[in-house]
């Protein structure tokens, strides 16, 4: 079970922090982290990390904006969200996944199992 906190509304250059907090993740390695979709637009992988080794990716526009951290105790993750900007406006959805390809949209969806209830950040002025 994945629990997200932290959305909202900011201005463009603002900032912004979400939180997904786990439970009941048994594997021994898996990716962490979030997922956004945009009104009108196809789902894409935003930032993950993996809960052995903290290796991150993040989608080319995030780069330089967002990190994704994780507090292996809390079995929670963050995702700091920098100089936002209007594109960044979606709901934004944890995840978890044994398949690190999902993120980069190679991978299937059918690979995740579990999400969160959804964030929505608006980025607006």
């Known amino acids: 079970q994945l629990v997200e906190s932290g959305g909202g509304s900011v201005q463009p250059g603002g900032s912004l922090r979400l939180s997904c907090t786990a439970s009941?993740?048994?594997?021994?390695?898996?990716?962490i982290g979030w997922f956004r979709q945009a009104p009108g637009k196809k789902r894409e992988g935003v930032a993950c990390?993996?809960?052995?080794?903290?290796?991150?990716y993040y989608l080319d526009s995030v780069k330089g904006r967002f990190t994704i951290s994780g507090d292996n105790p809390k079995n929670t993750v963050y995702l700091q969200m920098n100089n936002v900007k209007p594109e960044d406006t979606a709901v934004y959805y944890c995840?978890?996944?044994?398949?690190?390809?999902?993120?980069?949209?190679?991978?299937?969806?059918?690979?995740?199992?579990?999400w969160g209830q959804g964030a929505l950040v608006t980025v607006s002025a």
């Open positions: 995840a978890v996944s044994q398949d690190p390809l999902v993120w980069a949209g190679i991978g299937s969806e059918s690979s995740i199992d579990a």
């Open positions: 009941g993740v048994t594997a021994d390695w898996y990716t």
């Open positions: 990390i993996t809960n052995t080794d903290g290796s991150t």
